[in-house]
C-alpha cells in the first residue's frame, strides 16, 4: 500500500508559479510508475505529467515546457514545478502512482493504484 499527500497549491496570477509535492509513505520501495493529474469542474480527470521508476519524464502537449515533474526518491516525495501558470490550469491537482507492470506514459486515471486528496490550484487573470 502507497499512501500519497499533496501540498503546495494555493492562488497564483496569471504567469505566475506554484511548486506542488506529493509524500509518499507505505511501500515505497516498490517500483512505480506516478503522474499528476488535474481535474476542472465538469471536465474528467486527465493527466499532465508522468514520471516512471528511472526517472523519464513525459508531459502533455498543454503543459510542455511550462511543468517539470521530478521525484526526489530518497526522501519518496514527487514534484510538480509549475511556471508561466495560466487561467485553464485551474483545477485540482493529484499525484498518482501505480505498481510497473507496463508502460508509464500515456496510462489513464483508471490505471492508477494509488491517490492522493488533491490541491487546488486556482490562477487569477
Known amino acids: 500500500q502507497v499512501h500519497l499527500v499533496e501540498s503546495g497549491g494555493g492562488s497564483a496570477q496569471d504567469g505566475g508559479s506554484l511548486k506542488l509535492s506529493c509524500t509518499a509513505s507505505?511501500?515505497?520501495?516498490?517500483?512505480?510508475?506516478m503522474a499528476w493529474f488535474r481535474q476542472a469542474p465538469g471536465k474528467e480527470r486527465q493527466a499532465v505529467a508522468y514520471?516512471?521508476?528511472?526517472?523519464?519524464?513525459n508531459y502533455v502537449d498543454s503543459v510542455m515546457g511550462r511543468f517539470v515533474i521530478s521525484h526526489e526518491k530518497p526522501k519518496n516525495i514527487l514534484y510538480l514545478q509549475m511556471n508561466r501558470l495560466e487561467v485553464e490550469d485551474t483545477a485540482m491537482y493529484y499525484c498518482?502512482?501505480?505498481?510497473?507492470?507496463?508502460?508509464?506514459?500515456?496510462?489513464?486515471?483508471?490505471?492508477?493504484?494509488?491517490w492522493g486528496q488533491g490541491t487546488q490550484v486556482t490562477v487569477q487573470s
Open positions: 498518482a502512482a501505480r505498481r510497473v507492470a507496463s508502460w508509464c506514459f500515456g496510462r489513464t486515471a483508471s490505471d492508477f493504484d494509488f
Open positions: 507505505g511501500a515505497t520501495d516498490i517500483d512505480l510508475c
Open positions: 514520471i516512471n521508476q528511472v526517472g523519464n519524464r
